[in-house]
């Protein structure tokens, strides 16, 4: 069984900047690729950012690219999400994911979720 706990939501200004972390454990291995979702109020769960097991290769959404930063530690079996210049319209309950593969980026590889933690951004 996998267990995927997030942290480091929180309510942050526009501008600002969060950093999310996600710990894995339980039958989950440092080999498979790793992203983050968010789903807003209303909204559908969407993809944010994903990375392959070695941390070579990683992959954004048009909308946080070159403001989120997504990163792995294998040996500590974290992966977190540095959001940087957040917009009102990044508030949403963000988890992160796990994919059986250990290369695949794209967002119907992941399989399984964690419960999420809140990002508010306020004006």
């Known amino acids: 069984q996998v267990q995927l706990v997030e942290s480091g939501g929180g309510l942050v200004q526009a501008g600002g900047s969060l950093r999310l972390s996600c710990a894995a454990s339980?039958?989950?291995?440092?080999?498979?690729?790793m992203g983050w979702f968010r789903q807003a109020p209303g909204k559908e769960r969407e993809f944010v950012a994903a990375i392959t097991w070695s941390g070579i290769y990683t992959r954004y959404a048009e909308s946080v690219k070159g403001r989120f930063t997504i990163s792995r530690d294998n040996a500590k079996r974290t992966v977190d999400l540095q959001m940087n210049s957040l917009k009102l319209e990044d508030t949403a309950i963000y988890s992160c994911?796990?994919?059986?593969?250990?290369?695949?980026?794209?967002?119907?590889?992941?399989?399984?979720w964690g419960q999420g933690t809140r990002v508010t951004v306020s004006s």
């Open positions: 994911a796990t994919s059986p593969s250990g290369t695949a980026v794209v967002e119907t590889a992941f399989t399984y």
């Open positions: 339980g039958r989950t291995a440092s080999w498979h690729s």
